[in-house]
Structure formats: structure tokens, C-alpha cells
T-cell receptor, first 113, second 113 residues
Framework: GESVGLHLPTLSVQEGDNSIINCAYSNSASDYFIWYKQESGKGPQFIIDIRSNMDKRQGQRVTVLLNKTVKHLSLQIAATQPGDSAVYFCAESFSGGYNKLIFGAGTRLAVHP | KAGVTQTPRYLIKTRGQQVTLSCSPISGHRSVSWYQQTPGQGLQFLFEYFSETQRNKGNFPGRFSGRQFSNSRSEMNVSTLELGDSALYLC????????????FGSGTRLTVV
């Protein structure tokens, strides 16, 4: 397969803290990146995206940072809440590749009250 | 508006059988992509259909096939099932490329025994 499916790392945070989830992407030609949240029994849910001509994009309580030099993405969640507990995936795509997304392995976020 | 609908939600099949999964995209979306999700390999791209044509294909054996109908509904078929085909199969729909919005369904959980 094309996505790396390794042992899922877990990030444990206290409610109210800020969370940072990191992701390394594989293709230097990728020009569009998405963060998804997946809860148990559900499909991935869109959180935020960023195009390669940007370094940073902010949403509601979330910020995505893109470092093309080292092919790195991060997702920052402010004031993490118990409802944020889920598995988070980054995905990359190349505009010439139509709708093919390559997903990272995922990170499990556990929020403790 | 209605989201992406996948049926059935759960399936149990025997090794050697074949299976057909269905995906109804968001109204107006002409692109449907399929992904396989397993604990070991993560989320892997299977194929994408746009206006009844396969535009892209992942690295899966020929036992995995799909099609799209004129109403944009899509089916994927897996023949000669193997134990390793047990997975969550997800479909996602988009109006064009992933950069125009890519919405996942809740998936079909296939168990091969």
C-alpha cells in the first residue's frame, strides 16, 4: 500500500491545554493538505486544509502549519476539549492526481478531564 | 443536505466469496473515491471514479474493482475474498478535485472469516 500504517502514536493532554499533532508528508510535489478527525465507528471528518502556497491557516480553535522545506505539517488545537478525543490524520494530494489522497498513519488524541 | 451514504454498514463473508459495497455520493457530486482502512496499513486509496470513468487507481490486486453509474452512485466489488480483506471500506465524494471538498461516508465494515 501507499500510506504508512505503523503503530498509532497517542497524544494525551489535559482538558483546556493546547494540543499539537505532527505529520510528515511524503511527496514534495503535493500541493494540498488536509487534516481529518475520525471518531470510533465514523468516517474521517474534515477539520482544516491548506494549500502549498500558504504557511499557516487558522480555523475555529484549530491552526495548521505547513513547512515545505522539511515536508512537515502540524495541527494545533487550542483549549482542547473531551470532544476532541479521536484519531487525527493528515492527508496530502497533488492537483495532477485528481482525488487521490495519501494519508499519514494517524495520531490518537486522548483528552483527560 | 444528505451526506455520503454507504451500505451495508456491516458484512460478514466467507473466504473465497465475493462482495459488493455501495456508495451514494452527496447530491451533485460526480467524483467517488474508495479507501480501505486497516489497523496495519492505515487508509489506502483504492480507486476514484468521475462521471462513470475510473480516473485513478491504487496499488491493489485485480480482485478489487469498481464502477460508477450515471446517477454517480458507485459500487466496489471484491472477488475471491481473503482474510486480509477484512477492513473498513470508506468512500468519499467530491464535486471535482479534493480541493473542492471531499466528504467521507461512515464506511462498510467487512469481516472475512
Amino acid at each position: 500500500g501507499e500510506s504508512v500504517g505503523l503503530h498509532l502514536p497517542t497524544l494525551s493532554v489535559q482538558e483546556g491545554d493546547n494540543s499539537i499533532i505532527n505529520c510528515a508528508y511524503s511527496n514534495s510535489a503535493s500541493d494540498y493538505f488536509i487534516w481529518y478527525k475520525q471518531e470510533s465507528g465514523k468516517g474521517p471528518q474534515f477539520i482544516i486544509d491548506i494549500r502549498s502556497n500558504m504557511d499557516k491557516r487558522q480555523g475555529q480553535r484549530v491552526t495548521v502549519l505547513l513547512n515545505k522545506t522539511v515536508k512537515h505539517l502540524s495541527l494545533q488545537i487550542a483549549a482542547t476539549q473531551p470532544g476532541d478525543s479521536a484519531v487525527y490524520f493528515c492527508a496530502e494530494s497533488f492537483s495532477g492526481g485528481y482525488n487521490k489522497l495519501i494519508f499519514g498513519a494517524g495520531t490518537r488524541l486522548a483528552v483527560h478531564p | 443536505k444528505a451526506g455520503v451514504t454507504q451500505t451495508p454498514r456491516y458484512l460478514i463473508k466467507t473466504r473465497g466469496q465475493q462482495v459488493t459495497l455501495s456508495c451514494s455520493p452527496i447530491s451533485g457530486h460526480r467524483s467517488v473515491s474508495w479507501y480501505q482502512q486497516t489497523p496495519g496499513q492505515g487508509l489506502q486509496f483504492l480507486f476514484e471514479y468521475f462521471s462513470e470513468t475510473q480516473r485513478n487507481k491504487g496499488n491493489f490486486p485485480g480482485r478489487f474493482s469498481g464502477r460508477q453509474f450515471s446517477n454517480s452512485r458507485s459500487e466496489m466489488n471484491v472477488s475471491t475474498l481473503e482474510l486480509g480483506d477484512s477492513a473498513l471500506y470508506l468512500c468519499a465524494s467530491s464535486s471535482g478535485t479534493a480541493q473542492y471538498g471531499y466528504t467521507f461516508g461512515s464506511g462498510t465494515r467487512l469481516t472475512v472469516v
